[in-house]
């Protein structure tokens, strides 16, 4: 979405420069990268400069024999705005000053229209405030709001505050979308912080969200999360505006990096939008971040979503080839994604699931380690242990390394979660691979817990091998908990098991 919009801003800026009225003159142009249409600007403007160098310098040089005031005359008179435009840069800054100081600000804003911020750098450092807000005036009753965002990247921020206030909020905003840079576009925000909400309010009520959105994917990473948050803080209205124009414009590569710096409670609103409910809108989401490489944008947007929202956004997923996931899953790791991760996998089906937790990816040590430590540190035991289940028996030894490794808490918490999820005989198979100390305590715990009885009623008796196991270390299992495991193998049937258990 993004391209087409600086296109826009760029190609009216071109036109600008090539004396053109109508920049729809240069829709020809308009495929063109952004980047490439400001490179053949800055080419054009420079043949222009160094056609008529020779002759400006001339001229520059004259102007240091005449007084000021009559110098302000002799330009107004004779030289015209863009003749003195062309000028200004050749002129001493502090001469050049002196002649302007005495121009009318209707003069100047002229001038600045074809002004060359890059060729007038001193000059414009040394513009008072009086005559930069005076000027800014000007352009802002004209309406010329590309002329202040081409010139607002080369101004000292002195300049910018000095005449910023006599902008309208919503005049601001049409600055900010012809601003140059990405430094330009920060620096502005940074000093109309306090005003962003009001900003945010015009937009909405003018329906500029375009412009919005172009200005959004300008800034840099901070400051573009620190807007992103006070959009989020906003009026449920105007956050459902917004994301309604993000979808209409097709602008999501916009929004998910915003998203990805956003602050968690800011996401929260964002996730729990009405829009955001809507199956083919989070589908085209996952599309957008698999394609378009914004995974790890998605994912700090994915740790809020419901599990009916991770439905869609996991069956996007879910048809890329192994590789691919290898590469996803990879790529979450090293950014500690794992508590999006681990919801995501768990919204996939069951197939799907088997197919993730048969990658040889998700049985490294470190990826293993990744799942236990996040669901310990998250409380996502109840959406980890049903992947844990599916992991094969050559995985248990270093699982039960990462069992050992929790706080007691910890340890209550996966054991307390294990039945509802189905898993009381992968923790059990992943317990008896603990080290005899470990598996000792591990035992202790289990056997003081509240809710014992519920847990051993979910060991389902149906896997003679890990009853047999149970039986070989019968002596170290307490007493209570052996005697509640005997009378659960006797109401299975396997009497001769229960039986066994006691001894």
């Known amino acids: ?100 100081s005495a121009l009318s600000p209707s003069f100047l804003a002229d001038a600045t229209v074809t002004l060359d ?168 989401i996952a599309d957008l971040a698999l394609t378009h490489n914004l995974w790890l944008d998605l994912l700090p947007l994915a740790d809020h979503l419901t599990p009916t929202q991770l439905h869609s956004i996991a069956a996007r997923v879910a048809a890329e080839p192994d590789d691919s996931l290898t590469t996803l899953i990879e790529t979450a790791h090293v950014e500690s994604h794992w508590p999006a991760l681990i919801p995501i996998a768990l919204a996939m089906d069951t197939a799907t699931r088997e197919r993730l937790t048969a990658l040889p990816v998700m049985h490294r040590p470190e990826t293993l380690g990744a799942v236990i430590t996040t669901a310990a540190t998250h409380n996502l035991w109840p959406e980890a242990l049903p992947l844990v289940s599916l992991f094969p028996p050559s995985t248990h030894p270093v699982l039960a390394t990462h069992l050992t490794a929790l706080s007691d808490n910890d340890f209550h918490a996966a054991a307390q979660a294990a039945s509802a999820a189905e898993a009381t005989t992968t923790v059990v198979q992943v317990l008896l691979h603990q080290d005899p100390a470990a598996r000792a305590h591990s035992l202790a715990l289990l056997d003081q817990a509240p809710y014992l ?20 270390i019968r002596a170290e299992i307490p007493d209570h908990l052996r005697a509640l495991l005997a009378a659960q193998a006797i109401r299975h049937g396997r009497n001769e098991l229960g039986a066994s258990l006691p001894e």
């Open 117 to 284: 911020p890059r060729r007038a750098t001193a000059l414009i450092a040394e513009v008072p405030d009086h005559m930069a807000a005076a000027t800014a005036r000007e352009l802002i009753a004209r309406g010329d709001y590309l002329t202040l965002g081409r010139l607002a990247g080369s101004v000292p921020d002195r300049v910018l505050r000095a005449a910023l206030p006599h902008a309208a909020d919503i005049d601001l905003l049409h600055v900010g979308y012809y601003l140059e840079d990405t430094d330009a576009a920060d620096r502005l925000l940074a000093i109309v912080t306090d005003r962003v909400p009001g900003m945010l309010r015009a937009t909405a009520a003018e329906n500029k969200w375009s412009e919005a959105i172009t200005l959004l994917d300008l800034l840099g990473p901070t400051e573009r999360s620190h807007l992103g948050n006070v959009v989020a803080d906003q009026d449920p209205e105007i956050l459902d505006a917004l994301l309604t124009a993000v979808t209409d414009l097709d602008a999501w590569d916009t929004l998910l990096p915003v998203a990805a710096g956003m602050e968690p409670t800011a996401l929260q609103r964002l996730a729990d939008r009405p829009l955001m409910q809507d199956p083919t809108l989070l589908t085209k």
């Open 453 to 472: 009885e519920a847990l051993v009623e979910s060991l389902a008796p149906t896997d003679l091998s890990i009853w047999e196991d149970l039986s070989n």
């Open 1 to 100: 979405m993004t391209t087409p919009h600086h296109n826009t801003a760029e190609l009216a800026k071109l036109a600008r420069v090539l004396d053109r009225q109508d920049p729809a003159d240069l829709d020809f142009l308009a495929t063109l990268p952004p980047a490439a249409l400001r490179r053949f600007r800055d080419q054009i403007t420079d043949q222009i400069a160094e056609r008529e160098s020779r002759r400006m310098q001339r001229i520059g040089a004259a102007a240091k024999l005449i007084p000021a005031p009559i110098a302000a005359k002799i330009t107004e008179a004779a030289f015209g705005p863009v003749l003195a435009a062309a000028i200004a840069g050749s002129v001493d800054p502090s001469r050049a000053v002196a002649i302007a």
